[in-house]
């Protein structure tokens, strides 16, 4: 198949990117220094190729309270880059199926996370601006389906960890953020401070599953919105005291500051829609992706982990 992946230079384009590649696929993935999206004509240099498939990964974010410190700029460029490329698969390549990515940051925590309620409701006020985007980016593909029949799938994928994040020094997922303050602890006997109480619960699903089920979907389902979770989550604790356990720190050795932001008390996808559609779903167990996330740490030393 002929591909054209947008954020396929990012954390999780760069595994769907790899995987399609090794499959045999033929795959585009412009970065946002060659094709900036913000631009209204920037996928214009590709209208003399004709694409099979277009994962629509780019996105302007990062974890952390970026989008608490962003909500007006994020608004601004998610909408445009989200325009951009419905508006260039609608005009120039309407025989893909497109493939984008939702986020569990859309829904109302008072509501179930279940796919019925993705257009209800409002996103928790922290990360609003960035749940609406992506509530309108599904919008979008509604919209296009009914007026012309195009063709989409909309995952919806809880936080994914796995080897491969980014070492430039953004603001990361709490997973990696966990692992980076505990190694650091371990590493230069730094305090290591988690926001919150520890008590705020989250799910993960393993970067390689994500790409697997990803890719399984692509091919089999269409016109569909699927939440794709463990379907279990764990408060921050648990993952810290694991960390611990691996790294050599004492767990006891951790602060937690709850004047810190948190965001979202809780916030586990409801899977029953995914668990339907795909007989035997086996995901990598939880101890089995830290550990193979940690080794990418100590890897990365020089670069994630840079002495004070
Ligand atoms: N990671 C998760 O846990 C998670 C969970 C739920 C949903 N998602 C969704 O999955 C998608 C990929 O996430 P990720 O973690 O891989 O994100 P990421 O690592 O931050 O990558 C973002 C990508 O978007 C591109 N991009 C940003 N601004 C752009 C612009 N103006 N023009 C062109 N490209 C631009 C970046 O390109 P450059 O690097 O070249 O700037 C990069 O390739 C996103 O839509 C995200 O919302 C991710």
């Known amino acids: 198949m002929r591909i054209l992946m947008t954020g396929g230079t990012g954390f999780l384009g760069s595994a769907l990117a790899g ?5 045999g696929h033929h795959v585009l993935t412009p970065g946002s ?42 608004w601004v460029i998610n909408q445009k880059i989200n325009t951009h490329v419905l508006d260039y698969w609608q005009r120039r390549q309407p025989q893909a199926k497109l493939v984008c990515m ?19 409701g409002v996103p928790v006020d922290s990360l609003f601006s960035y749940g609406m ?13 009914r007026q012309y029949g195009l063709k989409y799938l909309c995952l919806v994928p809880s936080t994914l960890y796995g080897p491969g994040y980014h070492t430039d020094g953004r ?8 692992i980076r303050k505990i190694m650091r602890g ?17 799910e993960l699903v393993y970067l390689d599953d994500f790409v697997e089920l990803a890719l399984g979907l692509a091919d089999t389902h269409a016109n569909e919105l699927i939440n794709v979770g463990a379907g279990q989550e764990y408060p921050i604790r648990h993952f810290a005291r694991l960390i611990c356990e691996r790294v050599g720190l004492p767990f006891e050795e951790i602060e937690f500051d709850t004047s810190r932001y948190v965001g979202a008390r809780s916030k586990c996808l409801r899977t029953d829609k995914l668990q339907r559609l795909v007989a035997d779903l086996r995901l990598t167990p939880l101890e089995q992706g830290l550990d193979r996330t940690l080794a990418w740490f100590e890897m990365e030393k020089d670069r994630v982990l840079p002495p004070p």
């Open 33 to 74: 220094k060659d094709c900036d999206l913000r631009r209204e004509d920037a996928l214009e240099r590709y209208t003399d190729q004709t694409f099979d498939r277009i994962f629509h990964l780019a996105a302007w974010t990062q974890a952390g309270d970026f989008c608490l410190r962003h909500p007006g700029e994020q």
């Open 102 to 120: 939702g986020s569990s940051c859309v829904y109302d925590p008072e509501l179930d996370l279940l796919e019925e309620n993705y257009l209800q």
């Open 133 to 145: 985007t992506k509530k309108m980016l599904y919008a979008g593909l509604l919209s296009l389906n």
């Open 171 to 178: 603001q990361m997922h709490f997973i990696f953020d966990l």
């Open 186 to 202: 371990k590493l230069y006997g730094e305090k290591v401070i988690l926001w919150g109480d520890g008590h705020q619960r989250r």
């Open 19 to 23: 995987e399609l590649r090794r499959r």
